[in-house]
């Protein structure tokens, strides 16, 4: 059955009316009740499909010792306050809130709720009971970048994003400075096209930079769209994002980046379970497996393969680091010197680019 | 230069949905209803459209898909404004908010599925050729719309049923007493209405971007609804609009795409652009005195015969 709002709200009501039911009689094999609650669809191919992946590989590690509900197309604002409220009442002792902009109601609910464990997406704001997790997706971006400097012959990389922000200029950074690393000749053009979701603006963005003559798109929008139309077009290629995206694309997605928050899942509903659960504050990516790389398109030679495996596992063992000097920015001016490697707070707060990215308006 | 011809291509198809949408409403608000449902009539029509071209791979059917599934959408708005009298505002909002949810749950099982995009109409040789194209590289439904601009200026202005629909618009009490059926005529019109929304609906996934994407429509069709008075509800204004309204919306992502001059504009005052025309065309409508905003005169009113 599809649990949504409605349904959540009935089965609210009928736990109203059984309060307690089997709390101390079955203590022992209670299982634990964890809640979601979701921005967007399960169904969108990426994000949200992700965060839900990551609910169904928590049910299958942990068995009947958990017990999963999930609400989606949960509104940033008064609505998610209610959301988690609701459930917080039907029991969920751990409640991981999956979008950036539910921070401030998870902080308010939190504290009606002393005994619920939170747990907040990419969000900043800690409290006793409230931790903090994200992924590095731009590690996986940088392995995308080897890619494409190997294999753009125009020397022209597009990039479409939704929004300015830290996220999304992380990402352009890292797709420049690996891409650049191999030809420094590439440069990257960020389009921003101000939504999440707009099928079709992406593909007419796609478009657009297919016809001056780009020839590897990446995208940091939630659907596979501009995919789509580098197959179509026949470029050389694109990545999936947030998902394996090859169905839209068979001969032309590179690579994508998948996000596997699964392994997070588990761990924090364990260590509530073991009652040793502390609010961390946890930023994984490849090496943790929060970030995987998808299988590799029919285009990625084996030479190709074997630099990208090199980045990937250099950023597992700790060896390589995207962000690591010598950086400029795209005026010129020296941003981080050789040998330093910027920290969490500075990437997280990036507002710059990186030499080769144009700028965009 | 050569990048003129690309850009008029994707604007013509980013324009066409937008079209006939608009076209649908026309006709619609000239028979004295506003049908505020058109995005939600366009997104049963995008995943009706969508899954008729994922079971048989027929584009053609997959329109008439579309085409009947914004028809059967609009008779639940048909039945509350017109038979029941409702408010038809609140039942177009009503209508769109439906539209949204009903699509996404009738869409679930389509994610993750891709579909074929419909091809041009005219063989490789024009639909590929690097200047031809302009005129003959696009799908069907972009000739379509062509001819159902003429199609439905030719009905409204020289046939009797269309003198009949515009007289309902404007008087429906006068229609009503010399034994027109001004329920029956505005019936018409609104699935008229809503299976031009469907048509355009489903031209996102046959024309567009060949997957499901919930709320895949993204708001044109209020644009749609916003292009019908920024026409005046007049079909070749509308033609024009709707160009102009594609042109913004591509000559924002080439310029961000390809530099030059035109790049330096920010995106937010792109954004704006479509709603300054606007403004801008509705001042210089007023400012002509030949002729009033020429909306129909009994726009939005429920038909209440007394007795």
Partial sequence: ?361 | MEIIIPIIVTLVFAATPILLAALGELVVEKSGVLNLGVEGMMLVGAIAGFAGQFYTGNPYFALLCGAMAGAATSIIFGFLTLSLSANQTATGLALTIFGTGFSALAGAPFSARPIQLMGPLFPAELASHPVLRVVFGYSAPVYFSFFMVFAVWYFLEKTRPGLILRAVGENDLSAHSIGYSVKLVRYLAVLFGGAMAGIAGACFPLLLTPQWAERMTAGRGWIAVALVVFASWRPFRLLGGAYLFGLVMTMELYAKAGGGPLSAIPSELWAALPYLATIIVLVLISIRRDASTNAPACLGKPFLPTN
């Fill in chain 1, 1 to 361: 059955m599809t649990i949504n709002r409605r349904t959540i709200l009935k089965a609210g009501a009928a736990a109203a009316a059984l309060p307690l039911l089997g709390s101390r009689a079955f203590a022992q094999s209670e299982p634990l009740k964890v809640g979601f609650i979701y921005v967007g669809s399960i169904n969108d191919n990426g994000y949200n499909y992700a965060h839900n992946q990551g609910r169904i590989f928590l049910e299958e590690q942990l068995g009947d010792a958990v017990e999963t509900t999930y609400v989606e197309n949960v509104p940033e604002g008064p609505d998610c306050e209610r959301v988690l409220r609701e459930l917080a009442q039907q029991g969920n002792k751990l409640i991981f809130a999956t979008s950036f902009g539910f921070g401030d109601s998870v902080i308010k609910v939190a504290q009606q709720f002393p005994d619920v464990k939170f747990e907040h997406a990419t969000g900043y704001q800690k409290a006793d009971n409230v931790g903090l997790y994200n992924a590095r997706f731009y590690e996986g971006r940088a392995v995308c970048g080897t890619i494409a400097g190997h294999l753009s012959q125009t020397g022209k990389l597009a990039y479409i994003g939704s929004f300015p922000i830290p996220e999304v200029v992380m990402g352009i950074n890292a797709l420049a400075l690996s891409a650049r690393k191999i030809n420094p000749e590439i440069t990257v053009k960020p389009v921003y096209i101000s939504t999440w979701n707009d099928p079709a603006k992406e593909a007419d963005a796609a478009r657009a930079l297919i016809d001056q003559g780009v020839d590897i798109i990446a995208q940091h929008t939630d659907g596979p769209a501009a995919l789509q139309v580098a197959q179509e077009r026949g470029i050389i290629g694109g990545f999936g994002q947030g998902a394996d995206m090859s169905a839209f694309a068979p001969e032309t997605q590179l690579t994508s980046i998948i996000d596997h928050w699964g392994p997070r899942y588990v761990a924090s509903a364990q260590a509530v379970i073991d009652g040793t659960w502390t609010p961390r504050d946890t930023w994984e990516g490849l090496k943790e497996d929060v970030v995987q790389m998808g299988p590799y398109g029919p285009k990625v030679t084996e030479e190709v393969k074997a630099a990208a495996e090199a980045v990937r596992t250099g950023q597992i063992d700790g060896s390589f680091h995207i962000f690591t000097g010598p950086i400029k920015d795209n005026t010129g001016t020296e941003r981080v010197p050789a040998g330093v490697t910027m920290t969490d707070a500075e990437l997280l707060s990036m507002d710059w680019y990186v030499e080769g990215v144009e700028q965009p308006a």
